[in-house]
Nanobody, 122 residues
Framework: QVQLVESGGGLVQAGGSLRLSCAASGRTFGWRTMGWFRQAPGKEREFVAA????????HYTDSVTGRFTISRDNAKNTLYLQMSSLKPEDTAVYYC???????????????WGQGTQVTVSS
């Protein structure tokens, strides 16, 4: 099993930056694709970014490309999301998730964290 705990969320002004972390337990972290998803109030959960086990493959949703960077440290069992040039529309609860597949589909992720709130003020 994999347990995931997000941290690093908070309130930031538009144009600012935040770095989210996701600490994972379980010895299989290093072999899994990790992803970030977000859910804004009244909206469905959406894909943000994903990274494969080795870091050689990453994928971003168009709205964050060039502003967000996903990375991982397998030695520390930790996933990161560096967010820059934040916009009010980035406001959401951000979740990290784990999958055995190289995928961006939420339905393929079988372990999820509890989420961390990111609020971007205008």
């Amino acid at each position: 099993q994999v347990q995931l705990v997000e941290s690093g969320g908070g309130l930031v002004q538009a144009g600012g930056s935040l770095r989210l972390s996701c600490a994972a337990s379980g010895r299989t972290f290093g072999w899994r694709t990790m992803g970030w998803f977000r859910q804004a109030p009244g909206k469905e959960r959406e894909f943000v970014a994903a990274i494969n086990w080795s870091g050689t493959w990453t994928h971003y949703t168009d709205s964050v490309t060039g502003r967000f960077t996903i990375s991982r440290d397998n030695a520390k069992n930790t996933l990161y999301l560096q967010m820059s040039s934040l916009k009010p529309e980035d406001t959401a609860v951000y979740y990290c998730a784990s999958s055995t597949l190289i995928t961006v589909a939420a339905t393929d992720y079988n372990y999820w964290g509890q989420g961390t709130q990111v609020t971007v003020s205008s």
